[in-house]
């Protein structure tokens, strides 16, 4: 019997806003104390689950994916909840700084987004094989 995949989803707060990423409809039911029914009821009929939130399969607008501001040299410079504050920040049009971080070009002249912390690989050759240098 072949194990099923758990969606993520997304609890979102009366004004759009992703307020949560939960893995199953079990781990939001606990988290809200409500019963698992009541949870995947509010799901299946698109209704207002205790007058506050909606739930979802598929995420907002306004998700909490962090994103990282780069320098276009790749050194860190901020970390914000989501696009949309990054856009903000710089003062930068929303659909530009999305296509910037999906095709991992600069923005700006001076700007790199990524979803992912910058990691600086020192790279060490030691290893190499000292076999040409004894010929």
Known sequence: MQKSKIKPIYLIGLNG??????????????????????VSASL????????????SVTAPLKTLRPVYLLTNKGEYIKLFKN????????????????????????????????????????IDNSWKSTKNKEK
């Open 17 to 38: 806003d992703c307020l949560g990423i939960y893995n199953g409809l079990k781990e939001l039911s606990e988290s809200l104390n409500l019963s698992f029914h009541t």
């Open 44 to 55: 299946r009929r698109k209704t207002c689950l205790m007058g506050k939130y909606f739930v």
């Open 83 to 122: 696009i949309e504050e990054v856009s903000k920040e710089i003062n930068g049009k929303l659909p530009t700084v999305k296509n910037a971080l999906k095709k991992g070009t600069c923005l700006m002249g001076k700007y790199f987004l990524s979803y992912h912390f910058p990691v600086k690989l020192k």
